[in-house]
């Protein structure tokens, strides 16, 4: 058993290190995170906030498949606190992830008795860059709910099984109750907690039955509710076939380190990760079952690493492996709830030690290279957005250059959240023009479908595939392509580039082509009558231009 002087050293070293990896992921909200702009389904969420008569519906109403109240609750305090500071919300979600950090290393301290330097591998799990995705999109604080909630419960429940009272079982009951209340990750719980209830209230008095049975009516009536009013699934239906359903459900549960667990091109490394994730929920469910059935705390571990496995499988059957870089924070939760679980009982051997941290460094350093990449591209977009909402730019242009830019894609309409906002006069948003009428008017004269297919060195060496546009001859407002997209990017530019026929001058404007539907269209905004009139890739892309038109103002 280590001494009282070296349990301290670890326990400073442990916290030290949940310190810095707050302030890492501080920085990076700070320097990438923009204050003044929504990213991705927070437009749509945010629109129907300022359009809904009613707080209490919006709060309860569905997000895809899921029901959110309490994170979406959390999410529009937020917002409503600080006027709109889109930033604020990330910063919450850092406080999150580090509160579960330390809850999960008070729980493992708990349960062994003193601390070791290995559980620095529980903050570097729940704060690394490859949580990129989700520390700098605010609305996904409704995912570090739910791992702050799930970490809470298992902090409370070993708690309970060291001897504390009623208000321990309390605080069990309200930490999974936050879990509960997180969409479909809520439903996969629901039932365990339950379990999880029952056995460990059975032995105890009729207060304890009281309290569990009321939170177990409670969360199973929720579930039920938010079970028989889900709307059909509105993605489509991956590959369910045993071995693809299987290699789905090991990704999730390993994609929590971030990037190294991404299938490259050649697989090896990602498939190392994969069979290390999967052994390290077996040898946890190992250690817990080995110990006496009867134990409070080894039930509850049992219970939240099964809890993550049907997370995995739930994930898998619903959607294959799509979103992987949200899945990141919840499959982390679970590998932090692993270490825990199989990290917990006795002495750490000091290679075990080494092994840990030297995972843990590898996993925080695998991940810094692509999440700065991501945050940089994120905030460039979302700056791009606000100066041209502050131009002036209408709603329809808006959606026209943004509606394919990963950090703004819209499929619930980008034009109408634009406008939603901009309505509600929310931030740089009520800066944004009022909606431009015009004609559709088909445009003659030039060959269409085109293909442009091209690389990156083609770009560079100012030799991308173009197609020249005829004079319009007379005023417009701007361009209009219809187009067939047969790659999935969210960086891919479009040019539009033009001679200002007032001026002489050379203008430019650019798209994100759409990727995640097949066809549609994409609007250059052009203010007076253009000539020499041509559209060229931007950056490396593949699409078809099936059509053009002229977007002219009515008569």
């Known amino acids: 058993m280590p001494t009282p002087s070296r349990d301290a050293v670890a326990g400073v070293f442990v916290h030290a290190v949940i310190a810095a990896c707050a302030v ?17 389904d927070e437009f749509a969420v945010l629109a129907d906030y300022v359009e809904t008569p009613g707080r209490v519906g919006w709060l309860f109403a569905h997000h895809n498949e899921h029901r959110y109240p309490l994170g979406r609750a959390v999410w529009a305090g937020v917002l409503e606190a600080t006027g709109f500071n889109f930033r604020a919300a990330m910063y919450v979600t850092v406080g999150l992830h580090t509160a579960a950090a330390v809850l999960l290393v008070w729980a493992v301290r708990g349960r062994r008795g003193w601390a070791s ?5 529980i903050p570097v799990l729940l704060l690394h860059w490859g949580h990129t995705h989700n520390l700098l999109y605010g609305y996904q604080l409704v995912f570090a709910v739910c791992v702050y909630g799930l970490a809470g419960w298992v902090w409370a429940a070993g708690r309970v099984a060291r001897g504390g009272g009623t208000g321990w079982l309390l605080a069990a009951g309200g930490y999974a109750t936050v879990v509960v209340l997180s969409g479909g990750f809520g439903l996969v719980f629901t039932p365990l907690f339950v379990v999880w209830l029952a056995h460990t209230v059975w032995p105890k008095g009729r207060t304890p039955r009281v309290i569990a049975a009321a939170f177990a009516a409670a969360w199973v009536g929720y579930g039920a509710w938010v079970w028989l009013t889900a709307p059909p699934g509105v993605t489509a239906l991956p590959d369910r076939s045993p071995g693809k359903f299987l290699l789905h459900t090991v990704q999730f549960l390993a994609c929590g380190v971030g990037d190294p667990a991404v299938p490259y091109p050649l697989e090896w490394p990602a498939a190392i990760v994969w069979v290390s994730a999967a052994g390290l929920y077996a040898t946890a469910l190992v250690a817990l079952i080995r110990r006496p059935p009867g134990a409070v705390f080894e039930s509850a571990l049992v219970l939240a690493v099964v809890g993550v496995i049907l997370l995995g499988a739930a994930s898998a059957y619903a959607r294959g492996y799509g979103l992987a870089a949200r899945l990141v924070t919840p499959s ?3 590998l932090g709830v ?23 460094g590898g996993v925080f350093w ?6 700065v990449r991501e945050a940089y591209y994120t905030r460039l977009v979302l700056d791009e957005l606000r100066d041209d ?13 943004y509606g394919g830019a990963t950090p703004v894609l819209m499929y619930h309409g980008t034009a109408r959240c634009v406008r939603a906002l901009r309505n509600a006069r929310i931030g740089v948003f009520a800066h944004c023009g009022p909606d431009v009428p015009f004609v559709a008017v088909p445009l003659e004269g030039v060959e269409l479908p085109r293909e442009f297919d091209c690389g990156a060195a083609e770009v560079a060496a100012g030799n991308p595939p173009r197609l020249t546009l005829p004079d319009p001859g007379r005023p417009v407002v701007g361009v209009r392509l219809r187009v067939r997209t047969d790659e999935a990017s969210g ?28 066809q549609t269209a994409v609007a250059f905004p052009i203010d007076g009558v253009p000539t020499g009139i041509r559209v060229e890739a931007g950056s490396d892309l593949r699409l078809t231009i099936e059509a053009a038109e002229w977007l002219t103002p009515p008569r």
């Open 24 to 40: 890492a992921a501080g920085w990076l909200v700070t320097t990438k995170g923009s204050a003044e702009s929504p990213t991705k």
């Open 338 to 360: 692993c270490w825990v679980a199989a990290g917990g009982r006795g002495r750490v051997p000091w290679p075990a030690t080494v092994v840990a941290l030297a995972v843990a």
């Open 332 to 334: 982390a939760a679970g």
């Open 491 to 518: 960086w891919r530019k479009l040019l539009l580039i033009w001679t200002d026929a007032r001026t002489g001058a050379e203008r430019r404007a650019w798209v994100y082509p759409p990727w995640m539907t097949a």
């Open 117 to 121: 330097p290995a559980d620095a591998v």
């Open 389 to 401: 909402v502050k131009a002036g730019m209408s709603p329809e242009f808006v959606e026209g250059r």
């Open 366 to 371: 695998a991940n810094t290279d692509s999440g």
